[in-house]
């Protein structure tokens, strides 16, 4: 039996080391997504799936911005 997560995400801004970003969180679990692997989905450039696999999600900012830091500003 497989277990189908289904993200309820919710609007938030993440603030760390003077560094804004908003993006959104997932109710259930807390996990936060990266907004730039998010838009990516969005434009179906890549699927949910791709997403998933490569765990764009973190349970907290400093995570999120240390990824975020691999997009390359
Ligand atoms: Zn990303």
Known sequence: MAI???PVWEE???????IKVRTVMDKE???IACP???TQVLKKKRSMKELEDE???FFDGQSLIHHLA???T
């Open 4 to 6: 189908v997560w289904k």
């Open 36 to 38: 730039i692997c998010m």
């Open 29 to 31: 679990t807390g996990l």
């Open 12 to 18: 938030i801004t993440i603030e760390y080391e003077g």
């Open 55 to 57: 765990t764009m999600f």
């Open 70 to 72: 691999t997009h390359g």
